[in-house]
């Protein structure tokens, strides 16, 4: 069975202090790995995706990569509106077209 | 362009009734999903429809759920009998295709209520 493991579950971070949330992953077969934002009683908004180790793509100030068997989403010098719960989701050839979601990393950037 | 939209965005009910509960994907997109969101655990997918197919309907968890996608556009999920247990943010996302390389664009969900 598919399986996405997210940590830290919670983070708070100063403006300014860079961190890395990480997303691990158990699947049979990895076509692509999504990283969303949820901001409180809104749906996911897309970040970014990954097909294959070794990829990054980057956005303002975050940062993602892909091993064979985990993502980092790299967050640099952070300002409060980078909170939100990130999600990381996993799209595999054992799951057909669904996604396969972690729980999330709730992320508070305070001044 | 418009995305994803979903009505009602707050939906209380009571124990017993039946919901119905509406997605508008982006125009052109031929793949539909819905997912569960419940307090504290990820998104937990329910179906999909693509195109003209028959829906994968593998995560639907009980036989009180069923889905419908009319026209190849607008979709209603219905939960007949609600349960407490059915108290989630309901939401919905649609992509080009359901190839892994179209990403899923959500709405903005529908929050249901089981009193």
């Known amino acids: 069975e598919d399986q996405v493991t997210q940590s830290p579950e919670a983070l708070r971070l100063q403006e300014g202090e860079s961190s890395s949330l990480n997303c691990s992953y158990t699947?049979?077969?990895?076509?692509?790995l999504f990283w969303y934002r949820q901001d409180p009683g809104k749906g996911p908004e897309f970040l970014f995706t990954?097909?294959?180790a070794g990829e990054e793509k980057e956005k303002e100030r975050l940062k993602a990569t892909l091993t064979k068997k985990e993502s980092f989403l790299h967050i640099t010098a952070p300002k409060p509106e980078d909170s939100a719960t990130y999600l990381c989701?996993?799209?595999?050839?054992?799951?057909?077209?669904?996604?396969?979601f972690g729980t999330g990393t709730r992320l508070q950037v305070t001044l | 362009g418009a995305g994803v939209s979903q009505s009602p965005s707050n939906k209380v009910t009571e124990k017993g009734k039946d919901v119905e509960l509406r997605c508008d994907p982006i125009?052109?997109?031929?793949?539909l999903y819905w997912y569960r969101q419940s307090l504290g655990q990820g998104l937990e997918f329910l179906i999909y429809?693509?195109?003209?197919?028959?829906?994968?309907k593998s995560g639907l968890p009980s036989d009180r759920f069923s889905a419908e996608r009319t026209g190849g556009s607008v979709s209603t999920l219905t939960i007949q009998r609600t349960q407490q247990e059915d108290s989630a943010v309901y939401l919905c996302?649609?992509?080009?295709?359901?190839?892994?390389?179209?990403?899923?664009?959500f709405g903005p969900g529908t929050r249901l209520t089981v009193l």
């Open positions: 996302a649609s992509s080009l295709t359901t190839k892994s390389t179209d990403t899923q664009y």
């Open positions: 125009s052109g997109h031929t793949a």
């Open positions: 989701a996993v799209h595999t050839t054992g799951t057909a077209s669904k996604l396969t």
């Open positions: 990954l097909y294959s």
């Open positions: 429809f693509q195109g003209n197919s028959a829906p994968d």
């Open positions: 699947v049979s077969g990895l076509r692509g």
